[in-house]
């Protein structure tokens, strides 16, 4: 593997990943790191947290009113969240590879979602991990789990 640090004119592409609280209980953090990790992104942030409902409120705005949207509330609420900021060349739409469909029985094999999750019947889809899906839903997403970072 080629192993070379960004030119000084190169765009420093970052994404928010969360370990939902069910990879965090499952102890699935350090697994879910590595795989960023092995993939060739940086971390270049980490911090273990509680949610709090305004926090999320901000960070889900775009599904209020769906139907799974207080139930997505409520399990984001239910434990611990790992929130990384992982930094690489096309990290966006690359961690987002990583991760697989955001249903984690229709998730391909090879995906955190499809390696690593299944349907629990639960009214929420617990599939471990969200991340950014453009790179300015990634720049409003680190300001709110990262405020004061300056990233
Ligand atoms: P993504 O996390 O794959 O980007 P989004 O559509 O942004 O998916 O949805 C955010 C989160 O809301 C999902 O990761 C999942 O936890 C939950 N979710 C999305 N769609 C459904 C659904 O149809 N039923 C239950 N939960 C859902």
């Given at each position: 593997?080629?192993?070379?640090a960004?030119?000084?004119?190169?765009?420093?592409?970052r994404?928010?990943?969360?370990?939902?609280?069910?990879?965090?209980r499952r102890?699935?953090?350090?697994?879910?790191l590595?795989?960023?990790?092995?993939?060739?992104?940086?971390?270049?942030?980490?911090?273990?947290l509680d949610?709090?409902?305004?926090?999320?409120a901000a960070?889900y705005?775009e599904?209020?009113?769906?139907?799974?949207y207080?139930?997505?509330?409520?399990?984001?609420l239910?434990?611990?969240?790992l929130?990384?900021?992982?930094?690489?060349q096309?990290v966006?739409p690359?961690?987002?590879s990583?991760?697989?469909?955001t249903?984690?029985?229709?998730?391909?094999?090879?995906?955190?979602?499809?390696d690593?999750?299944?349907?629990?019947?639960?009214?929420v889809q617990?599939n471990?991990v969200?991340?950014?899906?453009?790179?300015?839903?990634?720049?409003?997403?680190?300001?709110?789990?990262?405020?004061?970072?300056?990233?």
């Amino acid at each position: 593997m080629t192993d070379v640090a960004p030119a000084a004119t190169e765009t420093i592409e970052r994404t928010l990943v969360l370990v939902k609280p069910d990879g965090v209980r499952r102890g699935l953090s350090g697994e879910i790191l590595r795989r960023i990790e092995a993939k060739g992104y940086t971390l270049a942030a980490a911090h273990l947290l509680d949610a709090t409902p305004e926090l999320l409120a901000a960070h889900y705005a775009e599904h209020e009113g769906k139907p799974f949207y207080q139930p997505l509330v409520d399990f984001m609420l239910s434990g611990k969240i790992l929130a990384v900021v992982a930094e690489g060349q096309g990290v966006v739409p690359g961690f987002r590879s990583l991760a697989g469909a955001t249903n984690p029985t229709e998730a391909a094999p090879g995906t955190i979602r499809g390696d690593l999750g299944r349907d629990w019947g639960l009214k929420v889809q617990q599939n471990l991990v969200h991340g950014s899906d453009s790179d300015e839903s990634a720049a409003r997403e680190i300001a709110l789990w990262f405020p004061g970072l300056g990233l």
